[in-house]
C-alpha cells in the first residue's frame, strides 16, 4: 500500500510543479529548439540573396595619367572614368527570381521543421501520459495481486488449498515489484525526451494531469492526401525548388545575351584648371564567339531542373504512401481502443471478479487466478497503448497533411490566397 502511495505522489508532485499544458509546451519547443533557431537563421540569409541577385555590379571609378616622357612628376593631361556595366534586359529579373525561389526553399524546410516539431511535442505527451499510466497501472495490479495472494494465505492456513499458492502468488508479487521499479524508470524517460524538446534540463520534472482527448479523423484519406498536395511544407519546398531550377534555365538562356557598358571620361590638362574635355563610349561583349561554353550552361540547368522534377515527383509519392499508412494506423489503434472500452475491458474485469470470487469458494485454482488477473492487467494496458498510437500517428499525419495555421500564416511566407 505504501508503494502504491509513494508512486501516486511522485506522478503527482512534479504536476503540481510544473502545471504546463500542452500549449505551453509547444510555445516553448518553437521558441528555444536549436534545431529550429538554425533552420530559421538559414531562410533570413537566403532572403538577403534577392536583393544582391537584383542589384547592377558596382560602378568602376579611374583615372588615366598620360605623359610624353619617363618622368613620373611630368604629364600631359589626367583623364578622369567613371563605367557601368549593364546586364541584358531580364537577366538582373531572372536572377532575382532564383534568389527568391531558393528563400522559398528554405523558409519551407523551416516551417517543415515546425510543424514537426508541434507534432514531437504532441507524441511525446503521449508517451509521457503512457508511462505515467503504465507505472499506475502496474501498481495497481501489484496491489490486487497482493490481495490475491493473502487469500491465498488464509486458504492454505485453513488446510483449503496447497502452500504451492501462495509461492506462485509470492513469485507473482516478486516479479511486479521489479515492473514497478521498470516502469518508474520508463516516466523518467519519456520526461527526458519532451526536455530535449524543450531545450530544457533532462531532469527537469514533467507531468500530463488529463488524459489526452483520443483523436478523430474528421476528413478521409483522399481528402487527407489533397490536403497534403497544397499545405505539406516539405512538398511545397520541394516544388519551390523545381521552380527555382525553371528560373535557373531562364537565366542559363539569357547568358547567352550580350551585356552593356557605359563609360563616361573627363580630361583635364596638365597647368590648367577645370576640364577641357569630355569622352563617351559603351562597349558590349561578345558571347556568340563561345557558344559551347553557353550550350554547356543550358544544358547543366535543364538537367538540374530534370533532376529538381524527379525528386519533387519521388517525395510526393513518399509522401503520399507516408499518408496512407498514417490514416491506417490511426483509424486501426481508433477502433482497437473502443474495442477495448466497449468489450474487452468489461469482460476482463468481470472475468477477473468471477474468479476471485470462485478460488475463494473453492471452484478455480489460483492459476485461473493469476491468468485473469494478467489479462485484465493486459486489458488495460493495451487500451491505454491504442489511445497512445492513435495520438501518436494523428500528431503525425497533421504535422504533414493539416492545413496552415496562424503560425504559418505569421511568418509572411504563405496567404490565405496560395493555392
Not at 88 to 94: I, P, S, T, V
Not at 198 to 226: I, M
Not at 288 to 311: F, I, P, V
Request: charged share 25%; hydrophobic share 45%.
Amino acid at each position: 500500500m505504501n508503494l502504491h502511495l509513494n508512486l501516486l505522489l511522485a506522478l503527482l508532485l512534479p504536476a503540481a510543479a510544473h502545471a504546463e499544458t500542452l500549449t505551453d509546451w509547444v510555445t516553448t519547443a518553437l521558441a528555444k529548439n536549436p534545431e529550429l533557431a538554425a533552420a530559421k537563421q538559414k531562410w533570413e540569409a537566403a532572403q538577403t540573396k534577392v536583393p544582391q541577385a537584383r542589384s547592377l555590379e558596382d560602378p568602376m571609378v579611374g583615372v588615366d595619367v598620360e605623359r610624353n616622357s619617363t618622368r613620373f612628376n611630368s604629364y600631359m593631361d589626367a583623364e578622369w572614368m567613371i563605367s557601368q556595366k549593364i546586364p541584358w534586359f531580364g537577366k538582373r529579373g531572372a536572377k532575382a527570381s532564383v534568389a527568391q525561389l531558393t528563400a522559398e526553399v528554405a523558409g519551407f524546410q523551416y516551417l517543415e521543421l515546425v510543424r514537426s516539431l508541434r507534432g514531437q511535442v504532441i507524441a511525446a505527451e503521449w508517451d509521457l501520459w503512457l508511462a505515467q499510466r503504465t507505472a499506475a497501472l502496474t501498481a495497481e495490479n501489484r496491489q490486487l495481486m497482493e490481495q490475491f495472494a493473502k487469500v491465498a494465505q488464509a486458504r492454505y492456513e485453513a488446510g483449503k488449498t496447497m502452500q504451492a499458492d501462495v509461492l506462485r502468488a509470492e513469485m507473482e508479487l516478486a516479479k511486479m515489484a521489479n515492473e514497478v521499479t521498470t516502469m518508474e524508470r520508463e516516466v523518467g524517460v519519456a520526461q527526458a525526451a519532451i526536455n530535449k524538446l524543450l531545450a530544457a534540463d533532462p531532469a527537469t520534472a514533467r507531468s500530463v494531469s488529463n488524459a489526452p482527448a483520443l483523436p478523430v479523423l474528421e476528413v478521409s484519406l483522399d481528402q487527407l492526401q489533397a490536403q497534403a498536395r497544397q499545405f505539406c511544407c516539405i512538398l511545397m519546398s520541394f516544388l519551390r525548388a523545381v521552380q527555382a531550377k525553371e528560373a535557373g534555365v531562364r537565366v542559363a538562356k539569357l547568358e547567352n545575351a550580350p551585356d552593356f557598358e557605359f563609360r563616361v571620361a573627363a580630361r583635364q590638362f596638365n597647368g590648367r584648371s577645370g576640364i577641357q574635355e569630355y569622352d563617351t563610349g559603351v562597349a558590349v561583349n561578345i558571347p556568340w564567339l563561345w557558344r559551347g561554353k553557353y550550350r554547356a550552361m543550358q544544358s547543366e540547368a535543364k538537367a538540374e531542373l530534370t533532376m529538381a522534377q524527379a525528386e519533387f515527383d519521388n517525395e510526393v509519392n513518399l509522401t503520399m504512401l507516408e499518408i496512407k499508412e498514417l490514416y491506417t494506423k490511426v483509424e486501426s489503434a481508433t477502433r482497437l481502443a473502443k474495442l477495448f472500452e466497449q468489450k474487452l475491458l468489461p469482460q476482463a474485469k468481470q472475468l477477473i471478479e468471477t474468479t476471485r470470487t470462485n478460488y475463494e469458494a473453492g471452484t478455480a485454482t489460483f492459476l485461473e487466478v493469476v491468468e485473469a488477473q494478467k489479462l485484465w492487467r493486459d486489458a488495460q494496458l493495451g487500451y491505454e497503448r491504442a489511445r497512445a498510437d492513435a495520438g501518436k500517428s494523428h500528431a503525425k499525419l497533421d504535422a504533414v497533411a493539416a492545413p496552415w495555421g496562424e503560425f504559418e500564416f505569421a511568418t509572411g511566407l504563405v496567404t490565405k490566397d496560395m493555392k
